[in-house]
C-alpha cells in the first residue's frame, strides 16, 4: 500500500503538463478577442458601406439621375452601392418621409426592420415629396452575427434570432426640376 502511494505521489509531482494547463486556459481567451475583433471589424465594414451607399443614392436623388424612384429601385440603387450586405434585396427596409420645416419634426416612432423570423414585412413609409421639400431617408439592414456566441456576437442588440440591425439616416432637399 506505501509503494503504491508513494508511486501516485511521485506522478503527482510531475510538471510534464505546465505548458499545455497554459495553453488550455490562455487559448480560447485569446480565441475570443480574435473572434470579437474580427466580427467588429466586419460590423465596421458593413455599417460604413450602408451609410455610403445610402449617400450615393440620395446624391443619385439630389442630381435628378431617376426623379421619381419606386421604393423598389431605391432600394435596389442601395444594395448595388453596398455590395458587403448578404442578401440585401431581403435585408434591407428604407423609409422615405419628410420632414415638418415648421417645427423640425420628423421620425415619429421607432425604426422599422425587416424580421427574417416572420413573415410580416414593415409598413413602408415611401413619400417621394415635392420640390424643395426637406426630406429624410431611414434605411435599416438586418444582418445576422459571424460568431454569435463569442464576445461582440453576445453583445450586440439583436433584433431576432442571430440578427443584428444597421441603421443610416440621410437628409436631403428635393431640388427644382
Not at 488550455?24 to 481567451?29: E, G, N, S, T
Not at 450602408?50 to 446624391?59: Q, S
Not at 440578427?163 to 439616416?169: G, K
Request: hydrophobic share 45%; charged share 20%.
Amino acid at each position: 500500500m506505501i509503494r503504491m502511494l508513494k508511486t501516485l505521489g511521485a506522478r503527482f509531482a510531475r510538471e510534464d503538463g505546465n505548458a499545455t494547463i497554459e495553453f488550455v486556459i490562455l487559448f480560447p481567451l485569446f480565441l475570443g478577442v480574435f473572434a470579437s475583433a474580427f466580427e467588429a471589424g466586419l460590423l465596421s465594414t458593413r455599417h460604413a458601406m450602408l451609410d455610403r451607399a445610402t449617400d450615393l443614392a440620395v446624391r443619385d436623388l439630389r442630381l435628378g439621375v431617376d426623379p421619381t424612384p419606386t421604393y423598389d429601385e431605391l432600394k435596389s440603387s442601395i444594395c448595388n452601392y453596398a455590395g458587403v450586405i448578404p442578401d440585401c434585396g431581403n435585408a434591407l427596409h428604407v423609409e422615405l418621409e419628410t420632414v415638418d420645416k415648421a417645427n423640425w419634426s420628423f421620425r415619429t416612432g421607432q425604426i422599422q426592420c425587416i424580421d427574417r423570423e416572420e413573415d410580416i414585412t414593415p409598413v413602408v413609409s415611401f413619400s417621394p415629396g415635392v420640390q424643395h421639400e426637406m426630406m429624410l431617408i431611414t434605411v435599416c439592414a438586418v444582418v445576422e452575427t459571424m460568431i454569435p456566441v463569442t464576445g461582440l456576437g453576445l453583445k450586440l442588440p439583436k433584433i431576432s434570432g442571430d440578427d443584428y440591425a444597421l441603421i443610416t439616416m440621410s437628409a436631403f432637399v428635393n431640388e427644382p426640376s
